[in-house]
């Protein structure tokens, strides 16, 4: 492609550079029949001045038809070809030139011919050197025939003049071939600046789009962020309140109590769809593919969704499938899950539809909705992050418009093409294409372990007093031994102290990413297994979800809690501790 491009660049150079030879032939022809007037035929002059003026005006008209060609009209080989002709012809005619100005007795008229053609030989270097055919012809064409005059002439000087000759023919080839070296190089060069222009140019638009969605990526997630927290701190100063008064009901502790879970089941969602957008973008979800029976997923997902589509008065239909496909099946399911709560979250009448079709080798699988679909020109910004076209109002109820993003992301990571399909007024189909499996699907049988009755000990590193303190009653109040510190020095001295009243174990430590004095909860953990000489399985508790703080954790084989953590993640991280000892 480059190459193609250098050529058809050094044929545009060839035919730019016409218009100088054209100008030369008119000025040294009208100088040259000035000067052999008096020695040559003037029958002969004016039918060489004849044919010199008629290749002339052919060649201004080749030229400008060259220039008016269509940008796109195929290879311009054939144009280079035209205009080495043009070239050959023109050598012709000048040496024809040369035979009749050779004449030995007229030293005037010898000396011109020679001027005449040296200029012209050389000259034939700048304006042909672009498609080197054109030159060598051209040259061979001006001085062979003046080779043969010198031969025949039977001159004292002809040896020397034909010594001259060749050796001016070699030098002009010499330098015809550097000079199209140096034409290619300084194309080549152009060519690859241009590129770089266009690289760069679509670098910074692409930059200059990164950054619009990053301010709008953190102004919602900061809107969304701040309604919670604003609803969590209006219950907790009216469970102030009801305090100051006395003992609070049990009715308004429970109210209260469940209102504030609420909320913070709903911060916890947003906080894990953000980590979830983080993990992808990171690439430290491992992609693990096997084959997938679509009647059982669907199955599943047709009993998950019942409840939502009697709730909503919806007709919530599923075709089902026989076919098996190649995908990760907690990837695929997320993708489905996602797709599905859209469809019910704005369809209001009517009915949504999960069904496949094969496509070839493929299967698409399709979520079709009675929604009030989506304008063709509004379709690719519903998978940006906090899009959603139907919510102006930023209503919770209605999500948080990262369900679309996780999708994309993930169908990407699966290499598993998206395909929307929208009408406004009358619905929206959304579709993933995972390839098939022909052969029969061994099912996996899924153990699960018992989670009951675990007493473990934890050592706990956090530096922030107030968390240290609530880890500490809440794994306490479960029966577990408890070994806190703000440094893994004091969870060490708490251990110590703990061992000589009787035993103490350490099965798990938790510790908080971002410790006191720069530490970290790597550093912690290298401390206490150091110290307790084995290496005891280990949790950290981070609020960072940057792509390379999520490398940095993974990397180092412990589990990862992201804040807010419930009493549900401690257990699971407990039990998977526990299955390790």
């Known amino acids: 492609?480059?190459?193609?491009?250098?050529?058809?660049?050094?044929?545009?150079?060839?035919?730019?550079?016409?218009y100088g030879v054209v100008i030369s032939n008119?000025?040294?022809?009208?100088?040259?029949?000035?000067?052999?007037?008096?020695?040559?035929?003037?029958?002969?002059?004016?039918?060489?001045?004849?044919?010199?003026?008629?290749?002339?005006?052919?060649?201004?008209?080749?030229?400008?038809?060259?220039?008016?060609?269509?940008?796109?009209?195929g290879s311009l080989m054939p144009w280079a070809w035209l205009a080495a002709g043009f070239s050959w012809v023109s050598g012709l005619l000048w040496g024809a030139l040369g035979w009749a100005g050779f004449l030995p007795e007229e030293p005037v008229v010898l000396s011109f011919t020679v001027?005449?053609?040296?200029?012209?030989?050389?000259?034939?270097?700048?304006?042909?050197?672009?498609?080197?055919?054109?030159?060598?012809?051209?040259?061979?064409?001006?001085?062979?025939?003046?080779?043969?005059?010198?031969?025949?002439?039977?001159?004292?000087?002809?040896?020397?003049?034909?010594?001259?000759?060749?050796?001016?023919?070699a030098i002009n080839f010499y330098y015809c071939r550097i000079t199209y070296r140096m034409l290619r190089e300084t194309i080549s060069l152009r060519l690859q600046n241009d590129d770089l222009v266009v690289h760069l140019e679509e670098e910074r638009d692409r930059a200059q789009t990164?950054?619009?969605?990053?301010?709008?990526?953190?102004?919602?997630?900061?809107?969304?962020?701040?309604?919670?927290?604003?609803?969590?701190?209006?219950l907790v100063s009216t469970l102030a309140v009801l305090g100051q008064r006395g003992d609070v009901p049990a009715g308004n502790a429970r109210d209260l109590a469940g209102r504030a879970k609420s909320v913070v089941g709903n911060l916890s969602g947003l906080l894990n769809a953000l980590l979830d957008i983080s993990r992808l973008d990171a690439g430290i979800v491992t992609v693990a593919n096997e084959t997938v029976s679509l009647r059982e997923m669907f199955r599943d997902l047709h009993s998950e969704f019942a409840g939502e589509a009697?709730?909503?008065?919806?007709?919530?239909?599923?075709?089902?499938?026989?076919?098996?496909?190649?995908?990760?099946?907690?990837?695929?399911?997320?993708?489905?899950?996602?797709?599905?709560?859209?469809?019910?979250?704005?369809?209001?009448?009517?009915?949504?539809?999960?069904?496949?079709?094969?496509?070839?080798?493929?299967?698409?699988?399709?979520v079709?909705?009675?929604?009030?679909?989506?304008?063709?020109?509004?379709?690719?910004?519903?998978?940006?992050?906090?899009?959603?076209?139907?919510?102006?109002?930023?209503?919770?109820?209605?999500?948080?418009?990262?369900?679309?993003?996780?999708v994309r992301r993930t169908a990407g990571l699966l290499k598993h093409?998206?395909?929307?399909?929208?009408?406004?007024?009358?619905?929206?189909?959304?579709?993933?294409?995972?390839?098939?499996?022909?052969?029969?699907?061994?099912?996996?049988?899924?153990?699960?372990?018992?989670?009951?009755?675990?007493?473990?000990?934890?050592?706990?590193?956090?530096?922030?007093?107030?968390?240290?303190?609530?880890?500490?009653?809440?794994?306490?109040?479960?029966?577990?031994?408890?070994?806190p510190g703000r440094s893994a020095a004091e969870a060490l001295a708490a251990h110590a102290k703990a061992s000589t009243a009787g035993h103490a174990p350490v099965d798990l430590v938790v510790a908080d990413y971002r410790l006191a004095d720069g530490v970290t909860g790597f550093q912690a953990i290298q401390m206490i297994r150091a110290r307790l000489g084995r290496a005891v399985p280990a949790v950290i508790v981070t609020g960072d979800t940057s792509p390379e703080r999520l490398k940095e954790v993974t990397s180092s084989g412990a589990r990862i809690l992201h804040k807010p953590i419930s009493g549900e993640d401690l257990r699971d991280a407990i039990e998977a501790a526990c299955r390790q000892r």
């Open 417 to 483: 093409p998206l395909r929307l399909v929208s009408k406004p007024g009358k619905g929206s189909m959304f579709s993933v294409t995972v390839p098939m499996v022909r052969t029969a699907m061994t099912p996996q049988p899924v153990e699960r372990p018992a989670s009951a009755g675990i007493a473990a000990g934890l050592m706990i590193v956090e530096d922030e007093g107030d968390i240290l303190d609530a880890m500490v009653q809440l794994l306490t109040l479960e029966g577990h031994k408890v070994y």
């Open 310 to 366: 009697r709730q909503r008065g919806l007709e919530w239909r599923v075709i089902d499938t026989s076919l098996r496909v190649e995908s990760d099946p907690m990837m695929l399911r997320r993708i489905l899950n996602n797709l599905l709560s859209n469809a019910f979250r704005y369809t209001t009448s009517g009915r949504v539809l999960l069904g496949c079709r094969r496509r070839g080798d493929k299967v698409e699988i399709e």
């Open 26 to 73: 008119i000025v040294i022809s009208m100088a040259a029949i000035y000067v052999l007037s008096s020695a040559v035929s003037t029958t002969w002059l004016a039918a060489w001045l004849s044919a010199l003026y008629l290749l002339t005006a052919t060649r201004v008209f080749a030229s400008r038809q060259f220039v008016r060609r269509r940008t796109d009209s």
């Open 115 to 169: 001027i005449v053609l040296t200029g012209l030989v050389c000259g034939t270097v700048p304006s042909l050197s672009a498609f080197p055919p054109a030159l060598i012809g051209s040259i061979l064409a001006t001085v062979i025939p003046v080779a043969l005059r010198c031969i025949t002439s039977g001159s004292d000087f002809s040896g020397a003049f034909l010594f001259l000759l060749t050796s001016l023919v």
């Open 368 to 406: 079709l909705d009675t929604g009030p679909g989506i304008p063709g020109d509004q379709q690719g910004m519903v998978f940006e992050e906090f899009v959603q076209l139907q919510n102006p109002a930023r209503d919770r109820t209605q999500g948080l418009g990262l369900g679309l993003a996780i």
């Open 210 to 234: 990164a950054d619009h969605a990053k301010t709008r990526f953190l102004a919602a997630a900061s809107h969304d962020l701040r309604q919670p927290i604003h609803a969590l701190s209006l």
């Open 1 to 18: 492609m480059q190459q193609d491009k250098i050529s058809r660049e050094l044929i545009e150079l060839l035919y730019r550079n016409s």
